[in-house]
């Protein structure tokens, strides 16, 4: 190669790298967008699973034993689904612990659903014990939260029944503080 071509090389080489950077940031950019919209979709997002099958199903508890849900039918129900592995899951659980002590006198209930290995979901409460149910899923739980409207299969991922058990908010992403005040304004 002679040293005429060198720098039409090194231009070639650059555009093809400045075109590939291009693509990388419209590419996450979109993908950013679109994660914006759907957490912001929630909401009204409908529910292709029959929230009457929600009552007769039962999940294995870390301790043994089954969580039958239908032992919390009738009150204000939040349903969390979770896993050890997820980052803003593991984040929120202390605000769900606090608000669960905080309102389980006015009948409000939380449940857990781990969508993880039941040895993981123990190893992590002996870490960080928790007063509300704890059930354990496995990755079954992430395809019952897309039939509930979480569209996107992420977690945290949360409902909120009424006492009739009807939907009054979802939510795809870590909880805040003013969420759950909202929601238990709302029941």
């Not at 659903?113 to 007063?131: E, G, S």
Request: hydrophobic fraction near 45%.
């Amino acid at each position: 190669m002679n040293d005429s071509s060198k720098p039409l090389t090194q231009r070639r080489h650059l555009l093809t790298v400045g075109a590939a950077v291009a693509a990388a940031m419209a590419g996450a950019g979109a993908a950013y967008w679109q994660s914006k919209q759907e957490q912001a979709e929630t909401p009204s997002m409908p529910i292709t699973g029959d929230l009457d099958d929600l009552w007769q199903m039962q999940f294995d508890k870390p301790d043994g034993g089954k969580l039958a849900m239908q032992s919390l039918k009738g009150k204000p129900l939040l349903i969390n689904f979770w896993a050890t592995w997820c980052p803003p899951c593991v984040e929120e659980l202390p605000l769900l612990e606090r608000f669960y002590n905080q309102n389980k006198a006015k009948s409000m209930q939380i449940v857990g659903l781990a969508a993880d290995k039941p040895d993981a979901v123990r190893t992590f409460l002996k870490k960080l014990p928790l007063t509300f149910p704890i059930a354990i899923t496995d990755l079954s739980g992430i395809a019952l939260s897309k039939s509930w409207g979480n569209l996107a299969g992420g977690l945290p991922f949360s409902v909120m029944l009424a006492a009739d058990g009807h939907v009054m908010q979802r939510k795809m992403g870590k909880l805040s503080e003013d969420d759950l005040n909202i929601w238990l304004n709302a029941v």
